[in-house]
């Protein structure tokens, strides 16, 4: 078991540029969570996943914001058109049922956008 | 409007001593609360949790205590160690919020020598 894995750990980049982020959860948990977290704050839901389902988005995540987690494994989210706003920590977890909600998280995209 | 407090933005304890976290929740709906530690540019890192049906949860040097009535929840650790020091995230889930977490804004704390 190898927990949670982000890719890339750092991203800087250019306001108006597009990225993209990857997380690995834990194996066989089958929900997975996107968070961002911001100076002085606790993280914040962005997103959630069971299976390769999106079940539900917060009012957080805006048009510019999309996820996905295709084969139910690995998940991806992107940032288009990014804003200095959008410089946050972006957080991955994982859980799994019954009862889902402890959640393991990896060790976060710490994104800057200039 | 934040559902989850956590008044103390800090708190310093010397080593051996008792550490105490408290954290509030204003939401009912909430039946599972979590404590998280964090490192500065790591993820959060699962302590302990406790259910709503219990008042109580105990694992080695930490424990959490559930007071339902006044929607408190506070960590003890004891004994306290240099370790220790990071900053603590209080969370919570419950029915209906499809298991996702709200987190308070942390407590910092520092464990001295």
């Not at chain 1, 597009?18 to 929900?31: A, K, L, Q």
């Not at chain 1, 299976?51 to 139910?72: M, T, V």
Request: charged share 20%.
């Amino acid at each position: 078991d190898t927990g949670v894995s982000q890719n890339p750990r750092h991203k800087i980049t250019k306001r108006g540029q597009n990225v993209t982020f990857r997380c690995d959860p834990i194996s066989e948990h089958n929900r997975l969570y996107w968070y961002r977290q911001t100076l002085g704050q606790g993280p914040e839901f962005l997103t959630y996943f069971q299976n390769e389902a999106q079940l539900e988005k917060s009012r957080l995540l805006s048009d510019r914001f999309s996820a996905e987690r295709p084969k139910g494994s690995f998940s991806t989210l992107e940032i288009q058109r990014t804003e200095q706003g959008d410089s946050a920590m972006y957080l991955c977890a994982s859980s799994r049922p019954p009862r889902g909600d402890t959640q393991y998280f990896g060790p976060g995209t710490r994104l800057t956008v200039l | 409007d934040q559902q989850v407090k956590q008044n103390s933005p800090s708190l310093s304890v010397q080593e051996g001593r008792i550490s105490i976290l408290n954290c509030d929740y204003t939401n009912s709906m909430f039946d599972y609360f979590l404590w998280y530690k964090k490192y500065p540019a790591e993820g959060p890192t699962f302590l302990i949790s406790i259910s709503s049906i219990k008042d109580k949860n105990e694992d080695g040097r930490f424990t959490v205590f559930l007071n339902k009535s006044a929607k408190h929840l506070s960590l003890h650790i004891v004994p306290s160690q240099p370790g220790d020091s990071a900053v603590y995230f209080c969370a919570a889930s419950g029915t209906g919020t499809a298991s996702k977490l709200t987190f308070g804004t942390g407590t910092r704390l520092q464990v001295t020598l």
